[in-house]
């Protein structure tokens, strides 16, 4: 990728930054035009099936939405990202906030805001192609998350 691109996927990554710690629905969804590739496919953890896929962002955009109001204001921070030379990385997150708003991800029942802190990892692999993200799979343990929030479920 040229100077330019790399400048522009730069300024992209930093308003999707700036978007998720704003919880900024209208921010993220034009930053997410400059990153992620139309068919992009995401995968986030969610609900008893322990996993939900998304093509498209339109399809992911109510999954990131409602997390990033649910735990706002949100803070993530990059602890290490490795990749292979080939358009394909990985990314080790330290995500912290607070429980502001009612999580409703797929699969679960609306949890009603509790005001208590959480942090948590989170390891993102990612594939580019022409500039673009074409995969996100980001993964985290849920079941803390809820604990953290006092709503994890009895085993």
């Known amino acids: 990728m040229n100077d330019k691109g790399t400048s522009r996927t730069a300024d992209a990554v930093q308003q999707w930054v700036t978007a998720v710690e704003t919880a900024d629905a209208k921010l993220l969804r034009s930053s997410a035009a400059l990153l992620f590739a139309s068919d992009c496919e995401f995968r986030r953890p969610s609900g008893t099936s322990g996993e939900a896929r998304f093509v498209g962002y339109d399809a992911f955009a109510p999954w990131i939405e409602n997390f990033v109001r649910a735990f706002h204001p949100l803070h993530p921070s990059l602890v290490e990202r490795f990749g292979d030379g080939d358009n394909r990385f990985c990314q080790l997150s330290l995500i912290e906030g607070t429980h ?18 959480v942090s948590f990892e989170e390891l993102t692999y990612s594939a580019e192609a022409n500039g673009l993200v074409t995969r996100q799979w980001a993964y985290f343990d849920l079941y803390n998350v809820l604990r953290q929030i006092g709503a994890a479920p009895t085993p």
């Not at 009612?102 to 509790?114: E, F, H, N, V």
């Open 100 to 117: 502001t708003g009612t999580l409703a991800l797929p699969g679960m029942k609306p949890i009603p805001p509790s005001g208590r802190p």
